[in-house]
């Protein structure tokens, strides 16, 4: 039986997982990028694969971070991304590879890009690429933190694989503190 990962719905709250929040790139180069946040504090984010998933299945990714590819299973696998404006790679990654094989991305994307493996088909993933930190992902229970957004009216883009944009031009008026 394979897992499905494509609609994540929390049974008691209804919530959605791995549905992206984010203000679209262009509109956050007007936006004002809180001091505690010009740089990501982690340099690196890990994508693994494990039991012929990926992990996470939705993943946000800063231009100033590197993704560790790694794989935690006994099987070969291959990592391909579909990327519009960053070089797009495809390698294979070996059985049980926890060093992993970093990936630089240098230019956010205007939405989440689907990274596959061809040799499972069925294994897919999303990456959203921000050269920002005003991007979630909602968790198991369709819940997400943005902080320290600066105050104003926001356009926030809100996708999801299935549906695509689920809302394309979600405003919220921020406060300040």
């Known amino acids: 039986t394979l897992y499905r990962n494509d ?7 209804k919530g ?11 509109d956050a180069e007007k936006l004002p990028v809180h001091p505690d946040m010009k ?24 231009t100033d971070q590197k993704v560790i590819v790694k794989s935690d299973d006994a099987v070969a696998h ?3 991304t579909y990327t519009l404006k960053n070089d797009p790679v495809n390698f294979l990654i070996a059985p049980n ?30 990456w959203l690429i921000v050269d920002h930190p005003y991007a979630a992902v909602t968790d198991a229970e369709g819940k997400f933190t943005l ?5 104003g009216e ?3 883009r809100v996708w999801h694989e299935r549906a695509g944009y689920v809302d394309r031009k979600f405003k919220i008026k921020v406060q300040d503190g």
């Open 147 to 151: 902080e320290n957004v600066p105050a």
């Open 97 to 126: 590879d926890r060093e992993g094989v970093p990936v630089t991305v240098t230019q956010s994307e205007t939405l989440p890009m689907p990274v596959k493996c061809d040799i499972h088909p069925w294994m897919r993933a999303y």
């Open 16 to 26: 959605i997982a791995n549905i992206f929040i984010y203000i679209y790139p262009k």
């Open 7 to 13: 609609l994540v719905v929390d049974e008691e709250t």
């Open 78 to 80: 291959n990592t391909h």
């Open 39 to 62: 740089q990501s504090k982690s340099k690196e984010v890990v994508f693994d694969q494990k039991g012929c998933t990926f992990l996470p299945h939705a993943l946000i990714v800063r």
């Open 154 to 156: 926001h356009e926030f």
